[in-house]
């Protein structure tokens, strides 16, 4: 079945840093790609999802890149501020009604 | 709004006795899921349901049940909890296709 990697798994950057997240994903036939916000104590909230073989979409203060030939999605948060500080989940739907999760990155930004 | 609640938002069992986790959905979506989220390995699914009466096994369904009586409501049970089945379990609901899926607050059990 479809495995995800995730990387890295613990990230921290100073405030106005960029800040940078991948995931590597083995099934080709993959088609919808999310990324998922959760902070301290919280549930999961979606950031954005993906679809289209190469695509860059662009929300408030992060960049989600997906390249479907290297099988990568990944998320930049540009400029990030201590509001960013939370984990991060990259999600990715095969076949079916299932959705395989990465294993998560903590980020921290620290002013 | 359309929201996904959880009750008991905190549990705390003995080895051996029976949890039910509830979850309500007001999304009106066929899909529902359980999964548990442990430090390290994000979150994992247990069980999921494409309808009313529907369960399917997800990725570690070993000592978990599922019910779905209706739309609106999904279960996971445990019927003799035990110690490595503490964790954060969180439900979801969702619809086919490309639709992303929508999280309960999570319940965080401890199995004492």
């Known amino acids: 079945g479809e495995q995800v990697e995730q990387r890295p798994p613990h990230l921290s950057v100073r405030e106005g840093d960029s800040a940078f997240i991948t995931c590597t994903y083995t099934?080709?036939?993959?088609?919808?790609f999310f990324w998922y916000k959760q902070e301290p104590g919280a549930s999961l909230q979606l950031l954005m999802k993906?679809?289209?073989?190469?695509e860059i979409n662009e929300g408030q203060g992060f960049t989600v890149l997906l390249n479907k030939k290297d099988k990568r999605l990944s998320l930049n948060l540009t400029a990030a501020h201590p509001g960013d500080s939370a984990a991060y989940f990259c999600?990715?739907?095969?076949?079916?009604?299932?959705?395989?999760f990465g294993s998560g990155t903590r980020l921290l930004v620290s002013p | 709004e359309a929201a996904v609640t959880q009750s008991p938002r905190n549990k705390v069992a003995v080895t051996g006795g029976k949890v039910t986790l509830s979850c309500n959905q007001t999304?009106?979506?066929?899909?529902m899921y359980w999964y548990r989220q442990d430090t390290g390995h994000g979150l994992r699914l247990i069980h999921y349901?494409?309808?009313?009466?529907?369960?399917e096994k997800g990725d570690i369904p070993d000592g978990y049940k599922a019910s779905r009586p209706s739309q609106e409501n999904f279960s996971l049970i445990l019927e003799l909890a035990t110690p490595s089945q503490t964790s954060v379990y969180f439900c979801?609901?969702?619809?086919?296709?490309?639709?992303?899926?929508?999280f309960g607050p999570g319940t965080r059990l401890t199995v004492l």
């Open positions: 979801a609901s969702g619809d086919a296709g490309y639709a992303e899926q929508f």
């Open positions: 099934d080709p036939n993959s088609y919808y």
């Open positions: 993906v679809f289209s073989s190469t």
């Open positions: 999600a990715v739907r095969t076949g079916g009604y299932k959705v395989v």
């Open positions: 999304n009106n979506h066929n899909n």
């Open positions: 349901s494409y309808g009313a009466g529907s369960t």
